[in-house]
């Protein structure tokens, strides 16, 4: 194919003749041959050296954080004993968004534009590198490729160009903050341990199943004395086995938390408390209020559900119908909403309502205001962060971090006191 150098030099080979003719000049006319059989002696060696040339991507890492770098390595490698032309190596990135549900739509492809790069000629089973960086600025998945390789001949004249290696798909979840890990019961509301993380996860060594009468061999130290006096009978305390406590968290996907930048925030927070229960030893699941859910995820489960999040768009004006938070679910996981619904922020009654539909054992709500841009009239005003240890409740502001307001909830200090805290425990 030729280039627009090429093309050039065939439309002045044209004209040399189309004027030779016209004044009857010898000389034109060769100048007209002569440019033309350039270009096609280009293209025949374009066509008749095949390229040997291949294409290694390295792309690290496999997930990464809204915002975070992410590093593509390309590798090129001239396979043939002979050198090849001069290349040009072009790599089209593109942001997409999908739905977490399987059935539903992928919405429209957006571009991150392209990176090109120009290598001389390779010399036979000799191989060059190129580097380029990203910083994805939308939850979802970034494609990258294929590689397009141009091998132009000596002149630039002619040129072939072909695409090769896959498309490599990274994930693009949401921002996780580091939060002071919860203990976790099974059930109950959310506590923290007297010495700060240092516990078995799950249920404590004090914690039991049932009593049942004493048999010898039994240690006496299980023998529980206020059921022995009470049944004049010794009564032993059944210990049931260590286990994981279970936290799950549910997005509400309602208006406006179905739009793009209200869930850019609301699964930055279950991303941060998932991680944050699962790195302490503690098993989580994500619920979305239209009824997608992820299972209940053991300390190994985090890419998935920050996959799960990365995918999630879209909602529905009501909860999912069905019992997808069923009483079981209830008495053997602690449950925290997250929300972006306005009212939920402003009105303790709505509040209140919501955490009884579900047992929630919190509520966490992200201001709402800068996620109405299609609403009329006058601006409803922003709720300040805020704090209700009765409550149960954290409301996080445009410019709240939930680091320090989740530490408020847990341990009743603010984030100045606790470092005056930790520099007196020093």
């Not at 600025?137 to 000596?154: K, S, V, W």
């Not at 903050?177 to 993380?197: D, M, N, W």
């Not at 909602?315 to 938070?325: I, L, S, T």
Request: proline share 7%; with cysteine.
């Amino acid at each position: 194919m030729p280039t627009a150098a090429g093309w050039t030099l065939l439309g002045a080979g044209i004209a040399a003749a189309a004027a030779g003719r016209a004044l009857a000049l010898i000389e034109l006319y060769v100048i007209s041959i002569t440019a033309t059989a350039a270009l096609a002696a280009a293209v025949a060696v374009r066509l008749a050296h095949r390229s040997r040339l291949s294409v290694r991507r390295h792309v690290t890492p496999a997930m990464v954080a809204v915002g975070e770098p992410l590093d593509v390595h390309l590798t090129l490698l001239n396979r043939s004993r002979l050198a090849s032309a001069t290349v040009r190596v072009a790599e089209t990135v593109s942001s997409s968004k999908a739905s977490a549900d399987a059935t539903a739509p992928t919405a429209a492809t957006t571009s991150l534009g392209e990176f090109r790069f120009s290598f001389a000629s390779l010399p036979g089973g000799d191989q060059a590198t190129c580097h380029y960086r990203l910083n994805p600025a939308h939850r979802g998945f970034a494609e990258i490729g294929p590689t397009e390789l141009t091998e132009i001949d000596g002149m630039g004249l002619a040129r072939r160009r072909r695409r090769v290696g896959s498309v490599s798909r990274v994930i693009v979840h949401p921002p996780v903050e580091q939060l002071l890990a919860p203990r976790l019961p099974i059930g109950g509301a959310l506590s923290l341990p007297v010495e700060t993380l240092r516990r078995t996860p799950g249920l404590a060594g004090e914690e039991f199943d049932v009593l049942r009468p004493y048999v010898d061999g039994d240690d006496l130290r299980h023998i529980h004395w206020p059921s022995t006096a009470r049944l004049d009978d010794f009564m032993v305390r059944e210990f049931q086995p260590s286990r994981p406590g279970r936290l799950t968290v549910m997005i509400d996907t309602r208006p406006p938390g179905d739009l793009p930048a209200a869930q850019d925030r609301t699964t930055s927070v279950a991303a941060s408390l998932v991680c944050a229960v699962l790195g302490n030893g503690d098993e989580a699941r994500i619920v979305a209020g239209d009824g997608r859910a992820t299972p209940m995820l053991a300390t190994d489960g985090a890419d998935e559900a920050l996959e799960f999040l990365a995918l999630l768009h879209g909602g529905r004006p009501e909860f999912a119908e069905g019992d997808f938070w069923s009483d079981s679910q209830r008495r053997h996981s602690s449950l925290v909403v997250v929300t972006a619904r306005p009212e939920i922020a402003r009105d303790e009654d709505a509040r209140r309502r919501l955490a009884q539909r579900f047992g929630a054992a919190l509520t966490i709500s992200c201001d709402a205001a800068r996620h109405e841009p299609f609403a009329t009239g006058p601006r409803t005003p922003r709720t300040a962060s805020a704090v209700d240890h009765e409550g149960a409740w954290i409301h996080l502001d445009s410019t709240a971090r939930l680091p320090a307001l989740w530490r408020e909830l847990l341990t009743g200090e603010t984030a100045p006191a606790a470092a005056n805290a930790k520099r007196e425990r020093r």
